[in-house]
């Protein structure tokens, strides 16, 4: 109650109105005579342009602005580092003593430049090889390939240290020889045919995509491989399993002998590079 009578609050367009009435009748503010003299003096001299404007945040403000910075850029910094130590080491195209191309990705190069391939291979390049002698790939201390002539593939990414730990390659046709190194314990290739998917984690084999389907080979170590509409097969050193093309089942049987001594050769070959 106010003199009697009700109070009634107003809308936020009446609270606007009494304020602008209360401005307009307020007393034009009148300045210090010191102060219009400064001010005049500045004006004329041009000092008053030369006023440095300063706007500051109220420390609180800043002080938390100041904290989400630094916590960013910590945060930042451990996923750079991190990603930089988890990296695997890239693919590397070792001399060959063939004559021919390897075709990445549409582009090809010959095969005695093994500095200008191992610049253009990238994990998921496809990559086609017409040459008269087998390639060497190589991930220092994981993964060794090895393609034969007429062979065409799409390439895993290498396994990461920590995390990424899991690749997956294609084979359109031919013939791919794998060993996995010491760094690769723990970490799984997905190699995908025509016909089925091995499963690779920790082994020296050779993955042969033909015509009829396709043929696993396993030297050391185990295989899984696994119709693309089948059960999953374990396959042992010095066996091989087929998977006829468009069959849902598999077969088992010795490993090709024409194998043993070309799986051999790249597993003792590139034992250096590899422990």
Known sequence: MTNGAEFRPRS??????????????????????????????????????????????????R?????????????????????????????????SAGTGTLTVNGVSFPVGNSEELTRRLRPGSRVLLESTQDLDLVSSGLLAMQLSPGTELVLPAPPGRWFGRAGRASVDRGLLRVTTGRRFSGARLAITTPEATVR????????????????????????????????????????????????ATSRMHDMREAERPKLLDLRDRLQSVMN
Do not use: Y
């Open 12 to 61: 936020d367009e009446a609270d606007e109105a009494a304020i602008l009435e209360q401005l307009q009748s307020a007393p034009v503010p009148v300045a210090e005579a010191t102060f219009r003299e400064r001010l005049k003096r500045e004006f004329i001299s041009g000092s008053f342009a030369d006023r440095p404007v300063v706007l500051s945040l109220p420390p609180i403000r």
């Open 63 to 95: 002080r938390r602005r100041m904290r989400w910075a630094v916590g960013l850029a910590a945060a930042a910094s451990v996923t750079i580092t991190a990603a930089a130590f988890n990296e695997a080491p890239r693919w590397t195209a070792l001399p």
């Open 200 to 247: 690779v984690t920790g082994t020296t084999l050779a993955v042969i995509a033909e015509p009829t389907g396709t043929c696993v080979c396993v030297l050391e170590g185990t295989a899984h491989v696994r119709p693309h509409r089948g059960a999953m097969t374990r396959v042992h050193p010095g066996s091989q399993c087929e998977v006829a093309r468009g069959a």
